[in-house]
């Protein structure tokens, strides 16, 4: 019995660990809950430097083997690299605003796209309507100018924010990054979507005139005194009628109604048919 006493008096006693406190997230910040989000990251993928390496490397090797394929691509089918680009800038990005809960964008991609839509129904009836296209330029033209804006505004804030003039007013680097980047990519995606339909809607357009043909032979000629655009006759100065501004695009064609901020627009549309 005394041994066996002094065997548990000699017996070493566990003691309990010790109990952390733990944090609860709804009492963390912002920038404490993004710091301590980074630090679980970093320990997750300790010690895997190598296979990063690695798949960056596959990453570099793909991106530039997808290039030379898209280049070859868009240089022997052009027509149909546009279309499939096109089309996936157009869709692919519903998927990811309805998984993810973006709201702002999906309700301004379903505007853009219930408007596009009936604008590009309108350009490919036949025959072709005397107002059409007026309302195709005309609602582009909004779409280069908005896009435009949007592209100035967001590189002008990420500039703001990298210069640090963020902080004499106050704004926090994260709000107004964020802001800018946005900005910019509406600018970006707008942008490139509308120079794409309208693209689309001036092809289909030209070929129901008669102004374009896939095989390259036309079906009419253009008058030097009939517009480009709607078919009108062109009303000289020393002529009755109603005078507009005419511009001379780089096809020697002149639409009397454009202004001199759509005739930059048509130039481009003009010398990409």
């Not at 406190?21 to 630090?39: F, G, M, P, R, Y």
């Not at 009936?118 to 779409?143: C, D, E």
């Not at 000629?221 to 009628?241: P, T």
């Amino acid at each position: 019995m005394a041994a066996g006493a002094a065997v548990r008096k000699a017996a070493p006693v566990l003691e309990a660990p010790p109990q952390h406190k733990q944090i609860s997230h709804t009492k963390l910040s912002a920038d404490d809950e993004w710091n301590l989000q980074q630090e679980r990251m970093y320990k997750m993928h300790r010690g895997h430097e190598s296979m990063h390496v690695e798949m960056i490397l596959i990453f570099l090797c793909t991106l530039v083997i997808a290039q030379i394929v898209l280049v070859q691509w868009k240089r022997r089918h052009g027509r149909s690299y546009n279309l499939v680009t096109l089309l996936q800038m157009w869709v692919v990005p519903l998927y990811f605003t309805i998984k993810l809960y973006w709201w702002r964008f999906l309700s301004m991609w379903g505007m853009f796209s219930v408007i596009t839509s009936y604008i590009l129904f309108k350009a490919t009836r036949k025959p072709l309507s005397g107002r059409t296209p007026r309302l195709v330029y005309k609602w582009f033209l909004l779409i280069y100018k908005l896009s435009y804006a949007l592209g100035v505004v967001g590189y002008l804030a990420i500039m703001f924010t990298m210069c640090g003039f963020n902080l004499l007013f106050r704004i926090k680097a994260r709000d107004s990054m964020d802001f800018g980047i946005v900005s910019l990519f509406y600018g970006l995606y707008y942008g490139v979507m509308g120079r794409d339909f309208a693209e689309i809607c001036s092809d289909y357009m030209a070929s129901t005139i008669g102004f374009y043909s896939i095989s390259g032979m036309p079906t009419r000629s253009l008058s030097d005194n009939v517009c480009a655009v709607c078919g009108q006759i062109i009303v000289q100065l020393d002529e009755e009628g109603l005078t507009e501004n005419t511009y001379q695009l780089s096809c020697n064609h002149v639409p009397p109604f454009v202004r001199e901020e759509t005739s930059s627009l048509l130039f481009t549309w003009a010398t990409a048919g």
